[in-house]
């Protein structure tokens, strides 16, 4: 499974983008594909994701400005982000697993195929 993602760049604050993650060697919608995060300085941290079905799952503190979709005829995952603030900065990673489960959703461990990042800036 190859992962590229695409989309980041350089917005305002209150902005909205959308990024990408085209997914190749493997149906997307037979897999679990999430967005990571790393911050300058910080750990790795979990955006949000959608299970192999279409429940989509994202974490409790960006719940309401970033929303996960799917698009199968593309095979490809997007991640769209609302209402950007600086502290959104950030290299954006794309990642696919066969292997999690509700309790591992949002473990980085669980997930085997990653893709390149795409770089967010947010401007104050």
């Known amino acids: 499974v190859q992962l590229q993602a695409s989309g980041g760049g350089l917005v305002q604050t209150g902005g909205s983008l959308r990024l990408s993650c085209e997914v190749s060697g493997r149906t997307s919608s037979t897999v679990t594909v999430a967005w990571f995060r790393r911050a300058p300085g910080k750990e790795r941290e979990f955006v949000a994701g959608i299970f192999r079905g279409a429940n989509t799952y994202s974490s409790d503190s960006l719940k309401g400005r970033f929303t996960v979709s799917r698009e199968n005829a593309k095979n490809t995952v997007y991640l769209r982000m609302d209402g950007l603030i600086p502290e959104d900065t950030a290299l954006y990673y794309c990642?696919?697993?066969?292997?999690?489960?509700?309790?591992?959703?949002?473990?980085?461990?669980?997930?085997?195929?990653w893709g390149q990042g795409t770089q967010v800036t947010v401007s104050s």
């Open positions: 990642a696919a697993s066969s292997r999690v489960i509700m309790t591992t959703r949002r473990n980085p461990l669980y997930f085997d195929h």
